[in-house]
């Protein structure tokens, strides 16, 4: 196929190929910019912050004192077991998107290499070689495979690590490893190998050496991500000394492993039921513990029912622990007797079991929360605030029958019968009407009025049918109703 283009009088001729040719070429110059985030995955996909925790190397270590090499370790992983998350500091989430666009560029000057790879196996191929349109194709497929990659560098080139969207916090994986490679050895980048195959954004080490009977030891923490050792600590001491000192360096290795300078705050109070909040965030009921809380000032609250609540400021100390103990005091009501019938009902303030009925209460709180609980009748709650009086009298219901109940539910079944009676009477009377109607409207048969005689004969069938039901509907409502009055008559009596 061939096209033709006049120009004064003279025909050109040139194949269609051409065309596809200056359109392969040109048709990138006015294609919008692809969008490479995904192909290029420029994107935090990652939710955990994985730390190793390595055992320790060890250099002329007597037999007994061995086991320090990984009690030490075992140590600091437990402790870290109560962590859960970690704040990523801005130089991390820095670190991070620059390590995303880094991968990014690996793996385009990895298809890059593949990619002169393809041109150089075509100059050898034997088949491209034999066919020009076999060779030509193939060219131009890598030539638009590198215009692709050309536009991924130039994109890349241009991306700002701020425009990857890294959270603040992730979740801390502990992994534990029985590897012990003497990681403090002036060796180049060997924290950083070592985090690379365990795929470790903190790697945890630590030396032990002794001499002399006693115990040398340092303890360092690498940040891949960072590249540079963010904590090192050391110290010395007989082997039944070491432990503690080890707790010591803790406080500061957890500041970095939380990601911020941390306070661990107890609070319990009484009684158990008293809710605690911080702030504006509820934070539990009776005992509340945050061991990595941020250091600062708050304000919290402690309530309970017939309690008078208590507001709280708080200053919070880095690398402080703080135990806070807080009793609430009731807002008292007069002694009041509290009295079931029946009698002998378990007697319950605020959850707590404080005698049977009847039962004097001397030392209660408004609205304090009151239950009643006997076996074979239902539990009942209320409230500690007498309205008059020095009492407070219960009914409990039994639980095997409520009367009450008894009575709703027939009341029920009764108005659904009248209702039902409401509908079939007169349902009975029209069937009939219309019954009696296409039944003295049949005419005689003939040869002209077959169609119309069978169209009023299924008419009369059709109501004579209605008419049965609805007879049947009124015997079973007006059996319903008789037994709903009989059954309501003698419940009430009873009472």
């Given amino acids: 196929m061939e096209c033709q283009r006049g120009t004064g009088g003279v025909k050109y001729r040139f194949p269609v190929f051409c065309l596809v040719f200056i359109l392969v070429w040109t048709g990138p110059l006015f294609a919008a910019q692809e969008n490479y985030i995904e192909t290029l995955k420029l994107k935090d996909e990652s939710t955990d912050w994985n730390i190793v925790v390595s055992y320790f190397s060890t250099r002329n270590i007597s037999l007994e004192n061995r086991y320090l090499a990984s009690s030490l370790p075992l140590k600091i992983y437990t402790t870290l077991l109560n962590y859960t998350t970690h704040t990523l500091s801005d130089e991390e989430r820095r670190g991070y998107a620059e ?3 880094d991968n990014a560029r690996q793996t385009l000057l990895k298809e890059s290499a593949e990619l002169r790879k393809s041109f150089d196996e075509l100059d050898f191929d034997v088949t491209a070689a034999s066919s020009y349109g076999f060779r030509q194709q193939k060219e131009w497929e890598l030539l638009q495979k590198r215009d692709t990659l050309n536009e991924k560098f130039r994109y890349l080139k241009d991306f700002s690590p701020s425009d990857i969207g890294i959270p603040e916090e992730r979740k801390i994986v502990l992994l534990r490893e029985s590897d012990s490679r ?3 050895d002036p060796i180049k980048d060997k924290q950083k190998q070592f985090a690379t195959e365990k795929k470790a954004d903190l790697v945890i080490y630590g030396r032990l050496e002794e001499m002399a009977g006693y115990i040398y030891y340092r303890i360092g923490a690498y940040s891949s991500i960072l590249d540079k050792t963010v904590f090192d600590a050391e110290g010395g001491g007989a082997p039944d000394k070491i432990e503690m000192q080890v707790s010591e360096h803790l ?3 957890i500041t970095v492993v939380v990601g911020y300078p941390w306070t661990d705050f107890t609070v319990s109070a009484m009684p158990v039921t008293a809710s605690i909040r911080i702030g504006d965030d509820y934070s539990g009921s009776g005992v509340y513990r945050n061991n990595s809380m941020k250091p600062g000032t708050y304000i919290m609250t402690v309530e309970a029912p017939g309690y008078i609540g208590e507001e709280i400021e708080i200053v919070l100390n880095p690398k402080e622990t703080k135990t806070l103990s807080v009793s609430l005091i009731r807002n008292p009501v007069p002694p009041v007797v509290v ?3 029946p009698p002998g009902a378990d007697v319950y303030l605020s959850s707590l079991w404080v005698g049977t009925t009847p039962f004097l209460i001397e030392n209660g709180g408004i609205n304090e929360p009151l239950m009643l609980k006997k076996e074979g009748y239902l539990d009942l709650v209320s409230a500690l605030n007498p309205e008059s009086g020095d009492k ?12 009450d109940d008894y009575m709703k539910s027939k009341r029920k079944d009764f108005y659904f019968n009248i209702a039902g009676l409401a509908f079939s009477i007169p349902l009975t009377i029209l069937a009939n009407g219309y019954q009696t ?3 003295d409207s049949i005419p005689e048969a003939t040869a002209d009025n077959a169609v119309q005689r069978q169209q009023i004969i299924f008419g009369y069938k059709a109501m004579a049918t209605v008419f049965s039901v609805s007879i049947v509907l009124n015997a079973i409502m007006a059996t319903g109703l008789i037994v709903d ?9 009873s009472r």
């Fill in 99 to 101: 390590r995303i666009i």
């Fill in 251 to 253: 406080k500061d290795l």
């Fill in 392 to 403: 407070m009298n219960f009914v409990l219901k039994s639980s095997a029958f409520d009367i």
């Fill in 437 to 439: 109607r296409f039944l």
């Fill in 485 to 493: 009055m009989i059954d309501y008559v003698k419940v009430y009596d």
């Fill in 339 to 341: 009295n079931t019938f």
């Fill in 182 to 184: 003497e990681l403090f």
